[in-house]
C-alpha cells in the first residue's frame, strides 16, 4: 500500500520568495510515481508537476521544481517567486490516485 | 490539454431525494474515472473508481447502495447519490485517466442536501 503524508497545514510566504511544500511517502512498489496538484478556491484541480521513481533528474515546470529526494522518501515542491496567484490548496498524490492532506498557501504581497 | 465537464456545478436537494453528477471527458476516451469527495478544508478522499464496462471498485467505507456509479461509455461515468441525507452534503469531483499518469479534473459539484 502507498502513503503520502503532508505535514504543513498551512504556510505563509511572501510575494517573489521562494517556498517549499513538503511531502512525504511511502510505498514498497519499486517503481513509482509523484504528483502534485493545485487547488484555487473556486474548487478545480490543477496538475503541477510529476516525478517518476527512477527520472535521473528532479522534475521541474516552469516555477515549480519538485526535490526529490528518494532515500528519504521525500518529494517536496518548490515554487519560485512566488505570485499572489499561488495562494490555493496544494495535494501531493501517488500512483494509486490518493492524496495527502494538503497545504494551504498564502501569498502575502 | 485534455477537458474533463462535470454537471452539475452544484446542486440542493431535499432529504430523500436522489441526485445524479455526470462526468464527461470531452476530447478523449476515458476508460477510468475516479470519484473522489471532499469536505471544507479537507483532502480530496477517493471514493471509487470506476471502468467502462465493468462495475465500479469501492474504496472502503464507501457505501455501494448509496453512491451508484455507471461508467457505460468511454465518455461518461456518472455518480448517483441515493436517498441524500444532510451528511451527505459535500463537494464530489471526478477525475479522468489512467493509474501512474496525471488526472484530468472535472470542475466539481457542490452538494447540499437539506
Known amino acids: 500500500a502507498q502513503k503520502i503524508t503532508q505535514t504543513q497545514p498551512g504556510m505563509f510566504v511572501q510575494e517573489k520568495e521562494a517556498v517549499t511544500l513538503d511531502c512525504t511517502y511511502d510505498?514498497?512498489?519499486?517503481?513509482?510515481?509523484l504528483f502534485w496538484y493545485k487547488q484555487p478556491s473556486s474548487g478545480e484541480m490543477i496538475f503541477l508537476i510529476y516525478?517518476?521513481?527512477?527520472?535521473?533528474q528532479n522534475a521541474t515546470e516552469g516555477r515549480y521544481s519538485l526535490n526529490f529526494q528518494k532515500a528519504r522518501k521525500s518529494a517536496n515542491l518548490v515554487i519560485s517567486a512566488s505570485q499572489l496567484g499561488d495562494s490555493a490548496m496544494y495535494f501531493c498524490?501517488?500512483?494509486?490516485?490518493?492524496f495527502g492532506a494538503g497545504t494551504r498557501l498564502t501569498v502575502k504581497p | 490539454g485534455a477537458v474533463v465537464s462535470q454537471h452539475p456545478s452544484w446542486v440542493i436537494c431535499k432529504s430523500g431525494t436522489s441526485v445524479k453528477i455526470e462526468c464527461r471527458s470531452l476530447?478523449?476516451?476515458?476508460?477510468?474515472m475516479f470519484w473522489y469527495r471532499q469536505f471544507p478544508k479537507q483532502s480530496l478522499m477517493l471514493m471509487a473508481t470506476?471502468?467502462?464496462?465493468?462495475?465500479?471498485?469501492?474504496e472502503q467505507g464507501v457505501e455501494k447502495d448509496k453512491f451508484l456509479i455507471n461508467h457505460a461509455s468511454l465518455t461518461l461515468s456518472t455518480l448517483t447519490v441515493t436517498s441524500a441525507h444532510p451528511e451527505d452534503s459535500s463537494f464530489y469531483i471526478c477525475?479522468?485517466?489512467?493509474?501512474?499518469?496525471?488526472?484530468?479534473f472535472g470542475s466539481g459539484t457542490q452538494l447540499s442536501v437539506l
Open positions: 516525478q517518476g521513481s527512477y527520472d535521473q
Open positions: 470506476s471502468n467502462e464496462g465493468s462495475k465500479a471498485t469501492y
Open positions: 477525475s479522468a485517466g489512467q493509474v501512474g499518469e496525471k488526472l484530468f
Open positions: 498524490a501517488m500512483d494509486d490516485m490518493r
Open positions: 476530447d478523449f476516451q476515458a476508460t477510468t
Open positions: 510505498t514498497s512498489d519499486p517503481s513509482y510515481g
